[in-house]
T-cell receptor
Framework: EDQVTQSPEALRLQEGESSSLNCSYT??????LFWYRQDPGKGPEFLFT???AGEEKEKERLKATLTKKESFLHITAPKPEDSATYLC????????????FGKGTLLTVNP | DVKVTQSSRYLVKRTGEKVFLECVQD?????MFWYRQDPGLGLRLIYF???????EKGDIPEGYSVSREKKERFSLILESASTNQTSMYLC?????????????FGPGTRLTVL
């Protein structure tokens, strides 16, 4: 069974204080790892898809990286508007397009 | 841009009512999904469909059914709503294949069953 563990559960940063969120996974044949951002009361918003170990993708202050066991979402010089819950999910080789989600990391960026 | 829309943002129903949640996507995606999201439990898959009139059970299908008569529309049905079905319901869609299998989500429906 595919499993995803995100840490920390909650992270509080000062504006401009860079940090990283972790997503550890076990999966039978990784077909893709996905990062989403979710604001309160809204649906998840797609950020990145990573397919192979060593792959990196960037978008504004966010950078996602992937190894064979985990993924990191690096946040550089965050702003208050980056406050949200960040979700990680994996698509395994044995699934019928079914994503396995982590519980998320609640990020709060204080001005 | 991919767009997934859901028929209601907020819905209040009474125990025993039949409830329909509608989802429409405009990207010609083959796959559509229904999830529920609860605090502490994360996102859980209820049902998904990989083609018109085709469906598969997810992790928590009990108490729910689905309908997909057209490619762009996927409906979730609560045959007899119960209070433990109070939740945030999220619809998503995706296509096949590496590079196109990202799931895109709608805005969600917050359902309250009294």
């Amino acid at each position: 069974e595919d499993q995803v563990t995100q840490s920390p559960e909650a992270l509080r940063l000062q504006e401009g204080e860079s940090s990283s969120l972790n997503c550890s996974y076990t999966v039978s044949g990784l077909r893709g790892l996905f990062w989403y951002r979710q604001d309160p009361g809204k649906g998840p918003e797609f950020l990145f898809t990573l397919y192979s170990a060593g792959e990196e993708k960037e978008k504004e202050r966010l950078k996602a990286t992937l190894t064979k066991k985990e993924s990191f979402l690096h946040i550089t010089a965050p702003k208050p508007e980056d406050s949200a819950t960040y979700l990680c999910a994996v698509l395994g080789g044995g699934s019928n397009y079914k994503l396995t989600f982590g519980k998320g990391t609640l990020l709060t960026v204080n001005p | 841009d991919v767009k997934v829309t859901q028929s209601s943002r907020y819905l209040v129903k009474r125990t025993g009512e039949k409830v329909f949640l509608e989802c429409v996507q405009d990207m010609d995606h083959e796959n559509m999904f229904w999830y529920r999201q609860d605090p502490g439990l994360g996102l859980r898959l209820i049902y998904f469909s990989y083609d018109v009139k085709m469906k598969e059970k997810g992790d928590i299908p009990e108490g729910y059914s689905v309908s997909r008569e057209k490619k762009e529309r996927f409906s979730l049905i609560l045959e007899s709503a119960s209070t433990n079905q109070t939740s945030m319901y999220l619809c998503a869609s995706s296509s096949y294949g590496r590079g196109t299998d990202t799931q895109y989500f709608g805005p969600g429906t917050r359902l309250t069953v009294l």
